[in-house]
Every structure is written in C-alpha cells, then in structure tokens.
C-alpha cells in the first residue's frame, strides 16, 4: 500500500493530525501504532481541559481557540461511542493559601479572557458553589473548562477517522527505512507500506527514532487513581489544586497526578497513590474514609524546556516532520495544533512561533 502521510504514534497528537489532514485534504493516511490507540500518555483515564493553567491560573497559548475547537472535535465524534465522553461542566481552582490567591486573582484579572470564560471568585462565593472544598481567600472559576474520558474520545475519534478513509495497523512492530524520497514500513506479516511522508506523533518515545534522538524532551512520570464513593461525588465540575479531581460518574472520580521527574519504571506504585491521596484530602477534606481505590494508571508525558509542545520538519531530511511535547497539556492543545500542523504540511502556512520546532533551532 502507497500513502501520502504515515502517522507513528496513535495518541492525542496522532489522531488530531488524521483528523486534521483528513478533513483538510484528499490524501491517503495511514496511522500506525507499535502498541495500539491511547497506550501512551493520553491512556490517562480523565484529562482536564484547563485554559487557566499551572500554581497561578495563567492563561494558555491561544486559551479560548483551543478549547473552542477542542470541543468542536469532541462533539463531531460523540455519536461514534456509546459513553459520554466530554462533559462542559467547568473546573474550579480554590486557592490554597493567600500568596497564591493573590497571583491568581492578579492573572485573571489582568488577562484578555473573553468575556465570563474565566473569573474571580471570593472565599464566600466559592463556598456557596462547592461547599466543603478548602480554599483560602477565593479561588478560579472556569466555567468553559471541560472534562474528557480521553480514551474514550480517542476510540471515538478513531471510529470516525475509519470511516473518513483513514487507515490504521496497532499493535505491530516495524522497521522504518527511506529509500529513493520514500519511506518504507516493513511490518514482516503483511505487504510493505510505502509513504511519502512520515510524521512521528510517539510522544516521549519520538527520540527513539534515531533520526529525532536530539529532541528536547524530558520525562515526567504521572500516576492517577480511580476511586469508588458510597455517596455521590460531591462535585460536578473538576477541581483543580494540587492535581485534579473529577467524577467519570456520580459515584466514580479520578484523582490525579504524580509528577515525576525521576523514575525507575513505567508502573504505578504505593508512594504515587500516598501522595494523590495526601494533596485530595487537603482540598477535599471532608472526603476522607469515604472512598475506595478501584483502578490506579500511570503514564509519561513528553516535557518541553518552555512547557509548550512543538511541530516541524527534520532540518536535514525530507518528508520526516513531528509533533510533540504536549507535556502535561496535550489534551487541551491537541485541536489547535493539529489544525495548525496540517495546513502548514498541506499549504505551507506557517506555525505559530510559540509551538514551532524552530524555535529550538
Ligand atoms: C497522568 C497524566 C495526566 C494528564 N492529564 C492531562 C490533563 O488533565 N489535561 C491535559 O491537557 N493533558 C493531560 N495530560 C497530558 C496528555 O495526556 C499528553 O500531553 C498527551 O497524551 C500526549 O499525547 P501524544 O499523542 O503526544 O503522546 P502519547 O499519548 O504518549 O502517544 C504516543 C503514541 O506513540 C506510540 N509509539 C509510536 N512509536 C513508538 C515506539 N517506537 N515505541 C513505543 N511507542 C510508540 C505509543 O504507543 C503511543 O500510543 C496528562 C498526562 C498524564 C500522564
């Protein structure tokens, strides 16, 4: 089989840019996976999408464009899964203490958010939305912020990608190799692939191609934990403080995440469940005893010396491009970058600076 874009890697990064390229163009796609769809970072059971990000709220790189056609993509594919996979239920961010409530209040404050997509909230008003959360002195509201059950969004998104002529092969391994301005895909159990062009989307594996060995991307471990309540969980809307905690249904939530810079294995272990279990009950003390641990996942996000991801071509070889380092925001940036990334591959546009690979030089 002869392609004009094959995309290694099935994760967020890899089915946005299918999607993209497909809606965009008339090219043939293929999409190929050594483990199969989600089984990278973007298995992480919930994901937020927050525009107001990090200790301090601070508005994303093109905050209300990315959640805009974010949402878009998750509406597009919702009739192919049988779950919900998004809800637009906001996320609260209650302040833990009054140095961070101060910046944070400065950041909304001081940012163009377009209108009621981000604010302020006193101590008082954020007590009488989300009773029994700690807080001190106020803390974000966010009500366009969503919560994505990102592997269903992916299976979704695959289902409509199938159906839109775009190929895929998971869960085979393969040897890459170039030859006379194409690219070859031995998978040994089938014919060859042949490919004019390859994109590799493996997040923090991408420097396992030989070719991308020198990226700059640096690992960090996350672990989340599902928990089981009695009672219902008492939040619709995500919280975000000292990690993140959302219901996937009105008895089931997910705490998260470990970030881990150094790390032995790819595992989950009894330290990183301690320490989500420690940072929830600080901001939902009234929680304690009255969850039990269903399920506990871990992944490695792909990090960025300046925590924002990157798209681009090989400086010396042709038809050999990458996205990635979607970092700890790859949910939130997946639409938009795509989008960008595709009409660069198809029409030369160029890439915003901020996520370009250029600027790495
Ligand atoms: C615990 C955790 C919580 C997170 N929460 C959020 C959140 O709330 N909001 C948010 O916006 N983002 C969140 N993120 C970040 C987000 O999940 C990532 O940025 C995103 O999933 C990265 O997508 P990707 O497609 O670049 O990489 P990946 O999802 O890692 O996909 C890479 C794919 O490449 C494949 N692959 C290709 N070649 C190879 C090879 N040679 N060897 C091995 N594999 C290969 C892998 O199998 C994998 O499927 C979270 C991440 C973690 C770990």
Redesign the pocket.
């Known amino acids: 089989m002869k392609y004009d874009f094959c995309i290694?890697?099935?994760?967020?990064?890899?089915l946005s840019l299918a999607k993209e390229l497909s809606s965009l163009s008339n090219t043939k796609i293929l999409v190929i996976?050594?483990?199969?769809?989600?089984?990278?970072?973007?298995?992480?059971p919930?994901?937020?999408?927050?525009p107001a990000t990090g200790r301090y709220a601070t508005k994303s790189w093109k905050a209300e464009e990315s959640l805009n056609l974010l949402e878009e993509n998750l509406e597009k594919v919702s009739s192919f899964s049988t779950e919900k996979i998004f809800s637009k239920s906001g996320i609260v961010r209650p302040a833990m203490d009054s140095k961070i409530a101060k910046r944070m209040k400065e950041n909304v404050e001081t940012s163009d958010w377009s209108d009621g997509s981000c604010k302020w909230l006193s101590e008082k008003e954020l007590h009488n939305n989300f009773p029994d959360l700690f807080c001190i002195d106020g803390g974000v509201w966010v009500p366009s912020g969503m919560t994505v059950a990102?592997p269903k969004y992916l299976d979704a998104l695959a289902s409509y990608l199938k159906v839109s002529g775009v190929d895929f092969i998971e869960g085979i391994n393969f040897d890459l190799r170039k030859s006379n301005n194409a690219w070859f895909l031995d998978l040994k159990s089938t014919n060859e692939i042949e490919a004019n062009h390859i994109v590799?989307?493996?997040?923090?594996?991408s420097t396992?191609?030989d070719f991308w060995k020198d990226l700059p991307l640096h690992p960090v471990?996350?672990?989340?934990a599902v928990f089981k309540t009695e009672q219902k969980f008492p939040y619709r809307s995500a919280i975000s403080a000292l990690g993140?905690f959302a219901g996937i249904d009105p008895y089931t939530f997910v705490a998260?995440?470990?970030y881990e810079h150094k790390f032995a294995n790819e595992e989950t272990d009894r330290k990183g469940l301690a320490y989500i279990e420690d940072r929830m009950l600080r901001v939902m003390p009234h929680m304690e005893g009255k969850y039990k641990l269903i399920q506990q996942?871990?992944?490695?996000?792909?990090s960025t010396p300046d925590r924002k991801p990157f798209a681009g071509d090989h400086p010396h070889i042709e038809g050999c491009s990458i996205?990635?380092g979607?970092?700890?925001?790859?949910?939130?940036?997946?639409s938009l970058l795509a989008k960008e990334f595709a009409h660069y591959l198809l029409e030369g546009t160029a890439i915003s600076p901020e996520v370009s690979l250029n600027r790495f030089n």
Do not use: E, F
């Open positions: 290694i890697g099935a994760g967020l990064a890899g996976d050594p483990l199969g769809i989600g089984k990278g970072a973007s298995g992480s919930i994901g937020l999408a927050n990102i590799i989307t493996a997040g923090i594996k396992r191609y471990k996350g672990q989340v993140y998260g995440s470990t996942w871990a992944g490695v996000r792909a996205l990635a979607l970092g700890s925001k790859g949910l939130l940036y997946s």
